[in-house]
């Protein structure tokens, strides 16, 4: 199957921080880029949704402007949390679907711990 | 909008036993797609089984199983000869087979169900 990595898989930040943290699908060209979070012992909430070239589309409750999500090539794409705060921590996964998929591809995550 | 319910928070199944998973989902569609995904422990996401909507027939992969009753709108996964490995969550998911470039063809998740797999 086709792989996707992320970058870091985990990090530390201080409050009032932004972090930047990347998706790359390795082999294969991503149409579309998923953020999901994971808060510990529940589901995948899906944040946002970017097709490559074109402006994120965010999900209902998800501010567009704490989130930054930039999808500039085919196989990249990065969610930036600006200005961090504790309620932030958590654990950030993303997925990316190529065209010639009929499915997503998940990276590993990355745990987020905001002092 | 479509949602995904896991009524079993948590199942446990002997080694070698075999455990079936719940999964309903709500929709409005009659074309679409259903997966099942496995979070082990390193919580990388695993695709286990997919199932296309305008397919009768249940997805089997080696060990495991659907049971795909589109009327009932229901998606159980059946776990055979359970082995240790197989611990972890399991979370159900839909997506729907249009082809809206803005939705990119997101998946709703189902709460999850961890599974415990005693020795």
């Known amino acids: 199957g086709a792989v996707v990595s992320q970058h870091p898989s985990w990090v530390i930040c201080k409050s009032g921080t932004s972090v930047k943290i990347e998706c790359r699908s390795l082999d294969f060209q991503a149409t579309t880029m998923f953020w999901y979070r994971q808060f510990p012992k529940q589901s995948l909430m899906l944040m946002a949704t970017?097709?490559?070239?074109?402006?994120?589309?965010?999900e209902q409750g998800v501010e567009k402007d704490k989130f930054l999500i930039n999808h500039a090539s085919l196989t990249l794409s990065t969610l930036t949390v600006t200005s961090a705060h504790p309620e932030d921590s958590s654990f950030y996964i993303c997925?990316?679907?190529?065209?010639?998929?009929?499915?997503?591809?998940f990276g590993p995550g990355t745990r987020l711990t905001v002092l | 909008a479509q949602t995904v319910t896991q009524s079993q928070p948590e199942m446990s199944v002997q080694e070698a036993e075999t455990v079936t998973l719940s999964c309903t989902y709500d929709?409005?569609?009659?074309?679409?797609?259903l997966f099942w995904y496995k979070q082990p422990p390193s919580r990388q996401m695993i695709l286990v089984i997919r199932q296309e909507a305008y397919k009768q027939q249940n997805a089997t992969e080696n060990r495991f199983s659907v049971n795909f009753q589109k009327a009932a709108k229901s998606f159980s996964l059946k776990i055979s000869d359970s082995q240790l490995g197989d611990a972890a969550m399991y979370f159900c998911a839909y997506r729907s087979a249009l082809m809206i470039k803005a939705a990119g063809n997101k998946l709703t998740f189902g709460g999850g169900t961890r599974v415990l797999v005693k020795p």
């Open positions: 929709t409005s569609e009659s074309d679409y797609y």
């Open positions: 970017s097709n490559e070239g074109s402006k994120a589309t965010y």
């Open positions: 997925s990316a679907k190529g065209a010639a998929y009929n499915e997503q591809f």
